[in-house]
C-alpha cells in the first residue's frame, strides 16, 4: 500500500499563497488517481480538487477554481496543490488521499472513493 505525507501548511494572510505538497511511499504514485479533501473546524470534510493518474484530468470544488490548481509530478512520486488568493473560509486541515478505482481519466469526487489517506497538514488564513 501506499504512505502519504503531507507538508506545506502554515499561516498566511488573506490574499497570500500557500503550496501544499503530498509525498508518497511505499508504491509508486502513477497507480492512483489523487485527490485534496479538507476539514474546517465544526465541519464535515469537503471535496477540494483532484487528478487523473497521468496528470492529464482535473477537477476542483467550485469554492476554489480560479484560486487552487491540482499538479502532480510522478517522477518525484509527489502531488501538489497551488493555493492562492487565499480566503479565511479556507481554513482548515487539507488531507491528500489516494485511490485505485475507476480509469485512467478518473478524477475520484467522494472521499469513500480514495482508499488511502494522509494525516493532514493544517492552513489557517487569518484575515
Known amino acids: 500500500q501506499v504512505q502519504l505525507v503531507e507538508s506545506g501548511g502554515g499561516l498566511v494572510q488573506a490574499g497570500g499563497s500557500l503550496r501544499l505538497s503530498c509525498a508518497a511511499s511505499?508504491?509508486?504514485?502513477?497507480?492512483?488517481?489523487m485527490g485534496w479533501f479538507r476539514q474546517a473546524p465544526g465541519k464535515d470534510r469537503e471535496f477540494v480538487a483532484a487528478?487523473?493518474?497521468?496528470?492529464?484530468?482535473?477537477n476542483c470544488a467550485d469554492s476554489v477554481k480560479g484560486r487552487f490548481t491540482i499538479s502532480r509530478d510522478n517522477t518525484k512520486n509527489t502531488l501538489y496543490l497551488q493555493m492562492n488568493s487565499l480566503k479565511p473560509e479556507d481554513t482548515a486541515v487539507y488531507y491528500c488521499?489516494?485511490?485505485?478505482?475507476?480509469?485512467?481519466?478518473?478524477?475520484?469526487?467522494?472521499?469513500?472513493?480514495?482508499?488511502?489517506w494522509g494525516q493532514g497538514t493544517r492552513v489557517t488564513v487569518s484575515s
Open positions: 488521499a489516494a485511490s485505485t478505482g475507476g480509469n485512467a481519466a478518473s478524477t475520484p469526487y467522494y472521499s469513500d472513493e480514495y482508499a488511502y
Open positions: 511505499g508504491r509508486t504514485l502513477s497507480r492512483y488517481a
Open positions: 487528478i487523473s493518474r497521468s496528470g492529464i484530468t482535473t
